[in-house]
């Protein structure tokens, strides 16, 4: 999984899109951003497709078997000066029997609740969010690496964008843990993220 995600940050950040100036309604807000309080620190990425340090888009890796598919769809938030730190890609993550509609992988996102997903690529899969974080030294922490019990993950809003650099928006707030798959763990706290999904 940890590779796929490495393609994933190359081949989306290269199809990003940018805005021009004039066409900018946010009056230098950011409209995309994540906030969340990781082992006591507090973490802010901010994005505007103008001329902020960080960037947002559009992620939608995938696992298949067959006619098993792990689907993952969401959002990243990336340092532009270096693609391998201070980075998040939060996902739901849905098994399917089959190669999903565009409308299938849409209706993965409702407002509401949801439980952290773990993926098999077989009906084992466990549909829910999916995190993944890499700090500012490039270490990677994932959601499904380890138990989550006592975890939170909310969507509270999912809007039309309305510059077009996706279909939609959405926000989320959630609190996990992350591991980093050699014993390590880190904790996620009061997280907040509004990003890109669907292309």
Same mark, same amino acid.
């Given at each position: 999984?940890?590779?796929?995600?490495?393609?994933?940050?190359?081949?989306?950040?290269?199809?990003?899109?940018?805005?021009?100036?004039?066409?900018?309604?946010?009056?230098?807000? +950011?409209?995309?951003?994540?906030?969340? #309080? !990781?082992? *006591? @620190? &507090?973490?802010? /990425?901010?994005?505007?497709?103008?001329?902020?340090?960080?960037?947002?888009?559009?992620?939608?890796?995938?696992?298949?078997?067959?006619?098993?598919?792990?689907?993952?769809?969401?959002?990243?938030?990336?340092?532009?000066?270096?693609?391998?730190?201070?980075?998040?890609?939060?996902?739901?993550?849905?098994?399917?029997?089959?190669?999903?509609?565009?409308?299938?992988?849409?209706?993965?996102?409702?407002?509401?609740?949801?439980?952290?997903? +773990?993926?098999?690529?077989?009906?084992? #899969? !466990?549909? *829910? @969010? &999916?995190?993944? /974080?890499?700090?500012?030294?490039?270490?990677?922490?994932?959601?499904?690496?380890?138990?989550?019990?006592?975890?939170?993950?909310?969507?509270?809003?999912?809007?039309?964008?309305?510059?077009?650099?996706?279909?939609?928006?959405?926000?989320?707030?959630?609190?996990?843990?992350?591991?980093?798959?050699?014993?390590?763990?880190?904790?996620?706290?009061?997280?907040?993220?509004?990003?890109?999904?669907?292309?």
């Amino acid at each position: 999984m940890k590779k796929l995600f490495i393609l994933v940050v190359v081949s989306i950040v290269a199809v990003s899109c940018k805005k021009n100036k004039s066409d900018d309604n946010n009056q230098g807000q +950011f409209p995309y951003y994540f906030t969340a #309080t !990781i082992n *006591g @620190a &507090s973490v802010k /990425y901010e994005a505007n497709d103008l001329n902020s340090q960080y960037a947002c888009g559009t992620s939608a890796p995938f696992d298949a078997i067959g006619d098993d598919y792990d689907i993952y769809e969401g959002t990243f938030i990336v340092d532009e000066n270096d693609f391998t730190k201070n980075n998040i890609y939060v996902h739901l993550l849905k098994y399917f029997d089959h190669d999903p509609l565009g409308a299938e992988r849409l209706a993965m996102f409702q407002v509401g609740s949801y439980p952290y997903g +773990f993926g098999s690529t077989d009906p084992s #899969t !466990i549909d *829910g @969010a &999916s995190i993944v /974080y890499a700090d500012a030294t490039g270490k990677e922490w994932f959601s499904e690496l380890g138990t989550q019990t006592g975890s939170t993950f909310s969507i509270s809003e999912i809007v039309d964008n309305p510059d077009n650099t996706s279909i939609k928006i959405f926000k989320a707030t959630f609190s996990c843990k992350l591991y980093d798959g050699s014993g390590g763990s880190i904790q996620v706290n009061n997280a907040v993220i509004r990003g890109k999904i669907f292309n």
